[in-house]
């Protein structure tokens, strides 16, 4: 897991650099560089279309890792993407495709806690690591990649 382990790193550092209000986007395309984007605002105020443009972006890079950080907060007990200024924590999710299998992680930290106060948080993200698996994949996954 080495890639899924630099996409986090690297992510974790880069969030918190005063250019980056929150979102950010991090993908490993098919020459193994990793390359940083933010997204604008405007992108972010529907999550599904977000993810949507995510899945093409992918799939154009022969991705073989992608990471997200989001700024998020929480709704009936759900993480839910939000504005930067009205969020709670950042959330970061990152999927790497081993070949023979899709491995992710999920971490999040209260905005007050950065840079330091990352905590796992794989089953609170379900919701935004699940559909990562399944474009990075761009096959039907096994029952133990779902998770």
Known sequence: ???????????????????VEGALLGVVGWDGELDLRIPPAAA???PRSFLCMVGAGLRDAAASAVGLVLPVRTVWGEERVCPYLDAEALALVAV?????????????????????????????????ARPL???????????????
Request: aromatic content about 2%.
């Open 44 to 46: 972010l105020q529907s």
């Open 1 to 19: 897991m080495g890639v899924l382990d630099q996409v986090v790193g690297t992510l974790q550092r880069a969030c918190v650099q005063p250019q």
């Open 133 to 147: 698996r399944l474009m990075l994949a761009d096959r039907p996954l096994e029952e133990e990649e779902v998770v």
């Open 96 to 128: 790497e495709d081993l070949g023979d299998g899709v491995v992710s992680a999920g971490m999040i930290c209260p905005i007050h806690a950065l840079p330091t106060g990352w905590e796992e948080a794989q089953e609170r993200l379900q919701t935004i």
